[in-house]
């Protein structure tokens, strides 16, 4: 459908309905076709930020929409806590088939913080035990149990009396990890690869003891892959790259190429009781038959090895930027198409002058440049992106 309104209409009804939690650039996008978005003026922006990691495959993949206008004819919506389905089957079968050994148990949602509200929980009820373990700079999501694991402190301090009990713990500090989990400790959380808190990658090290710590108390593994997994980082999942497994794995995001769909994965060791969880629109056909798509795109197209090729070029671009203007980087980050440029000075004023030039990157903390490319990015696009950045950063 053609967009009927003008940018400026489109702000002025949005800011008069407000629910003021959200601050966003003066830019309203109505239309997108690969790795390009548009607004109502036709103003063009290279999307190097996804809506946030989701739109794995670009916007508007042909598989994609075909996928969806056709489950659409068909069936969106079954009961899931009711009845069975045959995406929902598939999919489970599928991201079970892709994940890390072991993990065969599968739990639809619809987000990012529900496939960590559902680790929680799975770990508390299998542990009885009630405090968890997480990282400083992590996050994990808003609703309430998911914000207690989320480190940043103006996001949980006005909610403190409501949120559980958590541990937050330097990342990458395998001491205060080891003094931080004991008898008590349900579950350690952690990002293989911080995304919100700037793209770090954990150390092998770090997420070492992270296993060895939960085997030795009988605490539980979480891996939140929300940002890094289905395949962001070059491989399905982040952890892939370390070689550890954890009991339990949250995906979201990038599943559904934007439609909302959230998956907890799962030892088989693990099982929730009988109606200790659910969800109405969780494993949905419709999200299904997405997520579906997606993963098949993502194999026919050999996008792993794509972002792994191409990740790697912006990696090394990003670099040479670096040396060449030492005085505005302090250090480049990331892990396939997930990477960040740490600035000296604060990343909005950069950001802003991105946007203007018609290039879309996302914050990461106040310092931080964050790319979350679309999969489908090219050495092309990463060429028009350094060629901004350079410019800008001049
Ligand atoms: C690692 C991680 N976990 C959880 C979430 C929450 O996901 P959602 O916004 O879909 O609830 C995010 C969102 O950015 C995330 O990056």
Redesign the pocket.
């Known amino acids: 459908m053609d967009c009927q309104m003008e940018t400026a209409e489109i702000i002025a009804q949005d800011r008069e309905h407000s629910s003021g939690a959200l601050s966003a650039a003066p830019v309203a996008i109505v239309r997108g076709a690969g790795v390009w978005l548009w607004d109502p003026e036709g103003t063009e922006y290279l999307d190097c930020g996804s809506g946030?990691g989701v739109a794995a495959l670009g916007h508007a993949h042909p598989a994609l929409v075909a996928a969806i206008a056709d489950q659409a004819k068909s069936l969106m919506t079954c009961a899931s806590g009711y009845y069975f389905n045959d995406l929902r089957s598939q999919l489970a079968s599928k991201l079970t088939g892709i994940a890390p050994d072991g993990l065969e148990r599968v739990f639809f949602s619809n987000?990012?913080?529900e496939a960590?509200e559902t680790a929680i929980k799975l770990a508390c009820a299998t542990t009885g035990r009630p405090k968890v373990v997480a990282a400083m700079r992590g996050?994990?999501?808003?609703t309430l149990g998911?914000l207690a694991t989320t480190w940043k402190p103006s996001f949980r301090t006005p909610f403190a009396s409501l949120l559980s009990d958590a541990t937050h713990i330097p990342y990458n500090d395998v001491e205060r990890l080891t003094d931080a989990v004991d008898a008590t400790t349900a579950a350690v959380i952690l990002?293989p690869i911080q995304?919100?808190g700037g793209i770090y990658p954990a150390t092998s090290e770090f997420l070492r003891a992270a296993r060895a710590l939960c085997n030795d108390h009988g605490a539980l593994l979480i891996f939140?892959e929300?940002?890094s997994g289905m395949g962001r980082t070059g491989r399905w999942f982040a952890c892939e790259h370390y070689g550890i497994t954890p009991d339990i794995l949250c995906i979201?995001?990038a599943l559904g190429g934007g439609v909302p769909i959230?998956a907890t994965l799962f030892h088989s060791a693990l099982q929730f009781a009988k109606g200790q969880h659910g969800s109405t629109f969780g494993g949905n056909p419709l999200s299904c038959r997405a997520a579906l798509a997606v993963v098949d795109a993502i194999e026919q197209e050999n996008l792993l090895d794509h972002i792994s090729d191409v990740g790697s070029a912006f990696l090394d671009k990003l670099r040479s930027l670096q040396e060449e203007r030492p005085e505005r980087i302090r250090e480049v980050r990331g892990m396939g198409l997930m990477l960040a440029l740490e600035l000296r000075s604060k990343a909005g004023p950069i950001l802003k002058a991105l946007e203007e030039r018609g290039i879309l990157a996302l914050s990461g903390g106040s310092t931080v440049v964050r790319f979350l490319p679309p999969y489908i990015f090219t050495h092309v696009d990463v060429d028009r992106v350094m060629n901004v950045l350079a410019e800008v950063l001049r």
């Not at 996050?139 to 808003?142: D, E, K, S, Y």
Request: no cysteine.
């Open positions: 946030i987000s990012g913080t960590v996050f994990h999501g808003r998911a990002e995304g919100e939140d929300v940002q979201a995001k959230g």
